[in-house]
């Protein structure tokens, strides 16, 4: 008596079909799963075993049957426990306790020992693959349903428990779920710090602005208490909204990694990642074993938040260089390769020095050169070459703290970054549809993601331009990835002004940024 049935399997952040194979036969009574089944999954027999005899038949650990699952294919690591509905299902099809045609169909789920389903993770890349490998229906945990329904073109069938399922597949009963707006999911998200609430530092958060609008890298220096935390967590309230297609690509990656809230089917706030300088390079990079998802693939579409910079450790730093790059990460290990995206905007905190007042007017610095020597050594010259702007954030005065600022509210500056990036997208002549994660080809959102093919054809400078900046790279004080990022920035303060050319202002503006030898 042999079955089978149609499951799926995570690989980094796109599904697989697995093949779930039963056979039962009469003989000593045993259970064995097969197919690089993990801990978890070696442990469903006993969960499926009590779920079918809550849902009615008879348990396979009650009679002499000798029952082998195998889930192909056998190469891939299996993990988790959302095969619990399609063993138990393939079990009841071999012993013909049920019948049901199971082709076309794909079966996920967590078994609770009384038949009921527990929601999983994971679940639109199980949708998107249902579809790809042109599946008709997937039947799945009643708590994933919305989740699931964000990908359109198969019928998604949510059940609250085992004996449901099978009264639907034998065509006992009909499962409707009702649709639902994705639209409610799509408003102004409310952001827990405006602008408005930071006094002064003007010349902060007109680099915030930039940075916003061109999705460029920023590093904030300045004595402890300035405002440089509470900046950088204003930088979300004045990005975009997320567009849908970029929603579900935030959405996908955060279902993967089991932190998409309850009850929000789909991410509609940019994401915001602060990790602790105690982060492991597994943690912020991705990795493990099997390969998870690290911060800077959390941070995708959104913003990277490193607080006292030089204090995470140096291997750490040193590798957010190729991400910061490429805006992707390529997690290599002995039976497979996966590439995660991290197309993020970083942004970094630091204080000048151990003590945070070295060059404080107003506080005397207690450090000695050799320890601000060694503080500063952490952050490598090829990392810091990475960064488009340095900025400075000094204490205030209490008059600039009294004083309201209504000019530069969240609201105000994410207007102009909207136009901004229209412009943007107009430009690199941006269709409304992202790849899928699993494709690799590139497409531009901000000024900061263009190639040098895309900067020498949107770039142009006149002979005034050409010349300041002949003078600082000849000088040595700005390297050639220095001089595109240069004109990266200056291409987005251009758009800000919704001028189609780089003037002599805009690049003076940018380089002001760029040479952190006279901001930091």
Same mark, same amino acid.
């Not at 969240?410 to 107009?426: N, P, T």
């Given at each position: 008596?042999?079955? #089978?049935?149609?499951? +799926?399997?995570?690989?980094?952040?796109?599904? *697989?079909?697995?093949?779930?194979?039963?056979?039962?036969?009469?003989?000593?009574?045993?259970?064995?799963?097969?197919?690089?089944?993990?801990?978890?999954?070696?442990?469903?027999?006993?969960?499926?075993?009590?779920?079918?005899?809550?849902?009615?038949?008879?348990?396979?650990?009650?009679?002499?049957?000798?029952?082998?699952?195998?889930?192909?294919?056998?190469?891939?690591?299996?993990?988790?426990?959302?095969?619990?509905?399609?063993? /138990?299902?393939?079990?009841?099809? /071999?012993?013909?306790?049920?019948?049901?045609?199971?082709?076309?169909?794909?079966?996920?789920?967590?078994?609770?020992?009384?038949?009921?389903?527990?929601?999983?993770?994971?679940?639109?890349?199980?949708?998107?693959?249902?579809?790809?490998?042109?599946?008709?229906?997937?039947?799945?945990?009643?708590?994933?349903?919305?989740?699931?329904?964000?990908?359109?073109?198969?019928?998604?069938?949510?059940?609250?428990?085992?004996?449901?399922?099978?009264?639907?597949?034998?065509?006992?009963?009909?499962?409707?779920?009702?649709?639902?707006?994705?639209? *409610? %999911?799509?408003?102004?998200?409310?952001?827990?710090?405006?602008?408005?609430?930071?006094?002064? *530092?003007?010349?902060?958060?007109?680099?915030?602005?930039?940075?916003? +609008?061109?999705?460029?890298?920023?590093?904030?220096?300045?004595?402890?208490?300035?405002?440089?935390?509470?900046?950088?967590?204003?930088?979300?309230?004045?990005?975009?909204?997320?567009?849908?297609?970029?929603?579900?690509?935030?959405?996908?990656? %955060?279902?993967?990694?089991?932190?998409?809230?309850?009850?929000?089917?789909? &991410?509609?706030?940019?994401?915001?990642?602060?990790?602790?300088?105690?982060?492991?390079?597994?943690?912020?990079?991705?990795?493990?074993?099997?390969?998870?998802?690290?911060?800077?693939?959390?941070?995708?579409?959104?913003?990277?938040?490193?607080?006292?910079?030089?204090?995470?450790?140096?291997?750490?730093?040193?590798?957010?260089?190729?991400?910061?790059?490429?805006?992707?990460?390529?997690?290599?290990?002995? #039976?497979?390769? &996966?590439?995660?995206? /991290?197309?993020?905007?970083?942004?970094?905190?630091?204080?000048?020095?151990?003590?945070?007042?070295?060059?404080?007017?107003? #506080?005397?610095?207690?450090?000695?050169?050799?320890?601000?020597?060694? %503080?500063?050594?952490?952050?490598?010259?090829?990392?810091?070459?990475?960064?488009?702007?340095?900025?400075?954030? @000094?204490?205030?005065?209490?008059?600039?703290?009294?004083? @309201?600022?209504?000019?530069?509210?969240?609201?105000?500056?994410?207007?102009?970054? #909207?136009?901004?990036?229209?412009?943007?997208?107009?430009?690199?002549?941006?269709?409304?549809?992202?790849?899928?994660?699993?494709?690799?080809?590139?497409?531009?959102?901000?000024?900061?993601?263009?190639?040098?093919?895309?900067?020498?054809?949107?770039?142009?400078?006149?002979?005034?331009? *050409?010349?300041?900046?002949?003078?600082?790279?000849?000088?040595?004080?700005?390297?050639?990835?220095?001089?595109?990022?240069?004109?990266?920035?200056?291409?987005? &303060?251009?758009?800000?002004?919704?001028?189609?050319? &780089?003037?002599?202002?805009?690049?003076?503006?940018?380089?002001?940024?760029?040479?952190?030898?006279?901001?930091?």
């Amino acid at each position: 008596m042999l079955s #089978k049935v149609f499951s +799926a399997a995570i690989l980094g952040l796109d599904g *697989q079909i697995v093949e779930v194979e039963v056979n039962a036969s009469y003989g000593l009574r045993h259970f064995e799963i097969v197919g690089l089944p993990d801990k978890a999954v070696e442990e469903s027999r006993e969960r499926v075993g009590a779920a079918i005899e809550s849902s009615g038949f008879q348990s396979p650990h009650h009679q002499p049957i000798k029952v082998l699952v195998s889930l192909a294919p056998a190469d891939l690591k299996k993990e988790g426990s959302i095969y619990d509905l399609p063993i /138990a299902l393939g079990y009841l099809l /071999a012993v013909e306790k049920i019948k049901f045609d199971p082709t076309n169909k794909i079966f996920l789920g967590e078994l609770a020992l009384d038949g009921r389903l527990r929601p999983i993770k994971g679940v639109i890349s199980f949708s998107t693959l249902c579809r790809e490998k042109g599946f008709s229906e997937i039947i799945l945990p009643k708590e994933n349903v919305q989740e699931a329904a964000l990908i359109k073109g198969i019928k998604i069938l949510g059940v609250e428990n085992l004996r449901e399922a099978i009264d639907y597949l034998e065509g006992k009963k009909e499962i409707v779920y009702p649709s639902w707006d994705v639209s *409610q %999911y799509q408003k102004e998200p409310q952001y827990p710090v405006d602008l408005g609430y930071i006094k002064g *530092q003007e010349s902060s958060k007109r680099a915030l602005e930039i940075a916003a +609008a061109g999705g460029h890298h920023l590093l904030m220096m300045g004595p402890p208490g300035g405002g440089k935390t509470l900046l950088a967590k204003a930088i979300p309230s004045i990005l975009p909204p997320l567009i849908f297609e970029e929603a579900l690509e935030v959405t996908k990656i %955060y279902s993967i990694a089991g932190l998409l809230p309850k009850n929000k089917p789909l &991410i509609n706030l940019r994401p915001f990642r602060s990790p602790h300088h105690t982060a492991s390079e597994v943690a912020l990079i991705g990795g493990g074993n099997p390969p998870r998802p690290g911060e800077i693939t959390l941070a995708h579409r959104g913003v990277l938040f490193l607080d006292e910079w030089p204090e995470f450790h140096r291997d750490v730093l040193e590798s957010l260089r190729q991400p910061i790059e490429e805006g992707q990460i390529t997690v290599l290990r002995a #039976k497979h390769s &996966i590439t995660f995206p /991290a197309s993020f905007t970083l942004v970094a905190a630091s204080n000048p020095c151990p003590c945070g007042y070295y060059g404080d007017p107003e #506080k005397k610095c207690t450090c000695t050169n050799s320890q601000i020597r060694m %503080y500063r050594r952490k952050l490598s010259g090829p990392l810091m070459d990475r960064i488009d702007l340095f900025i400075t954030v @000094p204490q205030l005065k209490y008059e600039k703290l009294a004083m @309201p600022d209504l000019e530069n509210c969240s609201i105000k500056i994410r207007e102009k970054v #909207k136009k901004a990036r229209k412009i943007q997208k107009e430009r690199l002549q941006l269709t409304c549809h992202l790849p899928t994660i699993a494709d690799q080809s590139r497409k531009f959102l901000t000024n900061s993601e263009m190639t040098i093919p895309q900067i020498k054809k949107y770039c142009q400078i006149d002979l005034a331009g *050409q010349n300041l900046l002949r003078k600082f790279v000849d000088s040595g004080r700005l390297s050639a990835r220095g001089y595109h990022r240069v004109l990266k920035v200056a291409r987005t &303060i251009a758009d800000l002004e919704n001028s189609e050319k &780089i003037l002599l202002n805009h690049l003076s503006e940018a380089l002001s940024y760029r040479l952190r030898e006279e901001n930091i």
